[in-house]
């Protein structure tokens, strides 16, 4: 025969997926809008960052020099895939100011100043149409191409008095070498190592932040729907342990919590990889070593404790609501809770991140260490500082917390402290409460 | 001597903030009768049932079914009753099928005790192929129905009725009572309900127990209890017990 905890296991999985109060509002309708607006500001950022790489638009140029350099500019203009059209007066220009890139004017003596070696300048107007995202990026093309054309003048005259332009452009410069706890790494640029952690020490635990909120939530409704939909009387005078009742509803509400999370995870994977992707200029070889230093230099172990802390915190988020939700009569005011945990919990992990963990004693470490969610932001910053007992119990102090708390829920949930209690006093005349102490 | 299904000795409760539901109810149910518990409203009719389904702990005194305390050993009484709630519901998002297996799944020894309890609650609850449908599609009568029939199904040494014909209508009302007469008879199950309904408890009871502010006041067979008060009907006993007007 199926045993008590699958019975009820299945039951739950049944009820989630089929009860559109949890399933479309919880999990479906959350996902598929994260997603979307993901996907619009992935889309459109990509189409506005590609739209103002591509070379090209249309200039419309005021020219009151008229000399050679004026000239050579404008072809090389043109020669750039920019169409360049000609107005007398930057008064005529603004009127035809459409769809136009800018305005660009060169001053009489612009070409004059230039062969006497003096900086030329160039007028930019740019009319600003809208915020969007789209029309500010085309505003800096401008610039890009001006820029350009500075650097090659400025390597053909270096090149004419017999000088290296790196040399005159930088005569001064340096290579950058990072130290984390006492690994060195040479010849690295620093976002290539703070990348990987503040992927670790913050995208993770906000990540799992926003798992336990999900978890909350789905505990929290898993037990206000038994009283909901009055069968807890019912479910507890049949025989079945109350254990194998609170691990079969923590299970599925950590199952669909965990594939919700996921959905969430991969939606913002893909967003920052589209992201990164436009920017990137590191090889993914000088990466590697970059992370297998990292890995090195906070400790093998760091990414285990995570992931350890990661559950722990997950299931004291799930004990935690589940206890709140058995002193409330509906779905309703299960959700209120379950906002009561996230609140503080998502707060603790932010307060996490302001604090410098690393100036403190050894001792005062540990204790930090301790503190529930919030130390899920200072595995990382313990394994630098090679304060591995405290990294444990960053690791596991939430599971000890998880369990103390899911033991008093099952405890509770075999006496009548689940009816009599209540968190929200409410008049209903329906309500079990009322009839229990009235009756 | 018959067994004593039921041994309820100086049974009291004090809820939370000290209002006192029960104030040493004492009374006992034979193997096989079914036993009323009628009274007003806050009499502790609910609180009694509930305190032997093990849901809610008594503050003094004993409550015995089968010689199993319900405070100390509620794992083993929980093995010999069902209990139906009077404002019981079901899982609305499953169909009367699931949720009947569900139940059986708790109480049936091997897959083919399970199949015969729920072949057996189908047809008590006379739901034909509705029984496949979810149960948010039920009428209350139907909902009811299905009620008794999880309770009734798994063959409980001891089925603990709270109002089983609560809010139903007449039809409906009749063919509850009907399934448990016939049910009980035909299996020889003890049955303890409550009810506030004088013609049902007439109809469906061998002994009645009148709880008036949390004692039994009066205890017997219907035809006893008029006699005794020389009173036409249970109504009658019932109002002269509690003070009620004179009919």
Known sequence: ????????????????????????????????????????????????????????????????????????????????????TRYNDIDSAIKNYDNALCIL???????????RGYTAYLQVYYKIRGISFTSMMMGYKVYGIIRQYSDMLSKQILEKAGLSPE???????????????????????????????LMLGLF??????????????????????????????TLLTLPLSRFSLIAAKVTAAFIVSLIGGGAYFAIMAWYFSQMSSLGATNS???????????????????????????????????????????????????????????????????????????????????????????????????????????????????????????????????????????????????????????? | MPTQVVEVNDLHKVYPGGKEALKGLSFTVEEGEIYGLIGPNGAGKTTTLRILATILEPTSGTARIYGYDVKSEPEKVRRLIAYLPEEAGAY??????????FIASFYA??????????????????LGMRIKDKIKTYSKGMLRRLLIAKTLMVHPKLAILDEPTSGLDVINSTRVRRIIKKYTREYGVTVLLSSHNMLEVEYLCDRVGIIHEGRIVAEGSPAELKSMYGAENLEEVFAKIVGGEEI
């Open chain 1, 204 to 233: 993770v635990p906000l990540i799992i932040g926003l798992l336990a909120g999900f978890v909350a939530q789905l505990s929290a409704t898993s037990i206000a729907v038994e009283k909901e939909q009055k069968m807890l009387e």
């Open chain 1, 167 to 197: 040399y005159v452009s930088s005569p001064v410069n340096s290579t950058s070498n990072i130290v984390i706890g006492n690994i060195i790494i040479k010849n690295i640029e620093p976002s290539q190592v703070t990348g990987p952690l």
């Open chain 2, 92 to 101: 609305k998002y499953l169909s009367g099928l699931e949720f009947l297996d």
């Open chain 1, 284 to 439: 993914s070889a000088s990466s590697s070593i970059a992370l297998s230093a990292l890995v090195k230099a906070v400790g093998v172990q760091t990414p285990a404790v995570l992931v350890i802390a990661g559950f722990g915190t997950l299931f004291l988020a799930l004990g935690v609501a589940l206890l709140l939700a058995m002193f409330v009569d509906d779905v309703r005011s299960a959700q209120i809770i379950s906002g009561y945990i996230i609140a503080p919990l998502m707060l603790s992990i932010f307060i996490g991140l302001f604090l410098d963990i690393t100036s403190m004693s050894p001792i005062q470490q540990t204790a930090i260490a301790a503190i529930p969610f919030a130390n899920l932001v200072f595995i990382l910053s313990l394994g630098l500082a090679g304060n591995y007992t405290a990294q444990l119990v960053a690791g596991f102090s939430s599971w000890a917390y998880a369990i103390i708390v899911l033991y008093i829920a099952s405890r509770i949930i075999g006496t009548e402290k689940i009816f009599t209690m209540k968190l929200f006093k409410r008049k209903r005349r329906t309500s079990l409460g009322f009839h229990l102490l009235t009756r």
């Open chain 1, 1 to 84: 025969m199926r045993s008590a905890f699958l019975t009820i296991f299945i039951k739950e999985m049944k009820s989630i997926i089929r009860d559109p109060k949890i399933l479309i509002t919880m999990i479906i309708v959350p996902v598929v809008l994260t997603g979307l607006m993901y996907g619009i500001m992935g889309a459109m950022t990509t189409q506005a960052v590609k739209q103002a790489m591509k070379p090209g638009g249309e200039i419309l140029l005021v020219d009151l020099d008229h000399g050679y350099w004026a000239e050579n500019f404008i072809n090389y203009l043109t020669s750039h895939k920019y169409t360049v």
């Open chain 1, 105 to 115: 004017v060169i001053p009489k003596g612009f070409s004059e100043n230039l062969t």
């Open chain 2, 109 to 126: 020894e091997d897959e083919q005790e399970k199949r015969r309890m729920i072949q057996e609650a189908w047809k008590i609850s006379g």
